[in-house]
């Protein structure tokens, strides 16, 4: 069982910047995947980035949506447990709800990851309670 937990989220001003954190018990860094994936009020949840590792031959492979390139930079710390998603020129849109997702990763994560995607939250068994972030101009 793997649980995680999601900080570092607050309320910015557009442009500035945030470091959200989650911290996984549980959670072996070479067999799993991990994303950041966001929700806002009447949206759907969707995916911003992710790391995965050397499951299937990649090492700390990172995937980000269109939006998040350039912008949040995702990495992990194995021996503290810890995923970090850097958060930089934070927009008005950025304003979400912001989730850590873990599980193993699988071909049919991978296939996703191949293509530079980054895999469905339906993909992702273990989820934190989410930090907000709220960007105000």
């Known amino acids: 069982q793997v649980h995680s937990v999601e900080s570092g989220g607050g309320s910015v001003q557009a442009g500035g910047s945030l470091r959200l954190s989650c911290s996984g018990s549980?959670?072996?860094?070479?067999?799993?995947?991990v994303g950041w994936f966001r929700q806002a009020p009447g949206r759907e949840r969707e995916g911003v980035a992710s790391i995965d590792s050397a499951g299937v031959g990649y090492v700390n492979r990172t995937t980000y949506t269109e939006s998040a390139k350039g912008r949040f930079t995702i990495s992990g710390d194995s021996a503290k447990g810890i995923i970090y998603l850097e958060l930089t020129s934070l927009r008005l849109e950025d304003t979400a709800m912001y989730y850590c997702?873990?599980?193993?990763?699988?071909?049919?994560?991978?296939?996703?990851?191949?293509?530079?995607?980054?895999?469905?939250?339906?993909?992702?068994?273990?989820w934190g309670q989410g930090t907000q972030v709220t960007v105000s101009s």
């Open positions: 549980g959670l072996n860094f070479s067999e799993y995947a």
């Open positions: 997702a873990t599980d193993r990763l699988t071909i049919g994560k991978d296939r996703h990851l191949g293509r530079g995607a980054i895999p469905p939250a339906s993909d992702f068994a273990f």
